[in-house]
């Protein structure tokens, strides 16, 4: 038989982005090493915040993931953010990331806060903090947020702000993401 050759640019296609998102708590080894992994990249190699991104606060924290999920199957972790206790009562927020490629989803982000925000207040929360940076200040007022202060985090513009618990849930929990808008040219 011949050999075949196929006339493709490797550009022709745009990579894969699932639609079946799920937000949870991870649990499973995978997960976890995924909300590291995730963690990482964003932090350290992209955003070059934090030389190393694990902390003193990753043994106490809750890690809650958004999980890939394709045919069904969970896939990959794109995105992740952590929450844990300080005080009786008092809960912070933070880590905060979504895969790139995932940015424009649109839901992934909202729906990682809203996890995050109503899994505290169920472990009996009455404050929930977060240390946010200074150019997501905007994104997480529209999110029922308020500012308390502005702070410097190695050298970088943050802002202390504090959750509006009497709004949580904004959404509805463990269930699947709605997709992604599609643009369809017909």
Known sequence: MPPQSFALIDDTFADFLAN?????????????????????????????LLAQDRD?????????????????????????????????????????????AYRRHGMIG?????????????????TFLATVQHANEAYFLGLHWHTLNAVDVFGHA???????L?????MPRNVALPSRKVVRHD
């Open 20 to 48: 079946d998102l799920l937000v949870k708590t991870a649990q499973a080894t995978w997960e976890r090493q995924g909300y590291y992994t995730l963690r990482r990249e964003v932090f350290s190699d992209e955003q070059q």
């Open 56 to 100: 003193e606060k990753d043994f106490q924290a809750i890690p809650i993931v958004a999980v890939a999920h394709h045919c069904g199957m969970p896939e990959r972790v794109v995105g992740a953010v952590r929450i844990y206790e300080t005080d009786p009562g008092v809960w912070y927020g933070g880590r905060l990331c979504v895969e790139r």
């Open 110 to 126: 909202k729906a990682l806060i809203n996890e995050a925000v109503a899994r505290a207040i169920e472990l009996g929360c009455h």
């Open 158 to 164: 943050h802002c202390l702000m504090q959750a509006q």
């Open 166 to 170: 009497d709004c949580y849930p904004f």
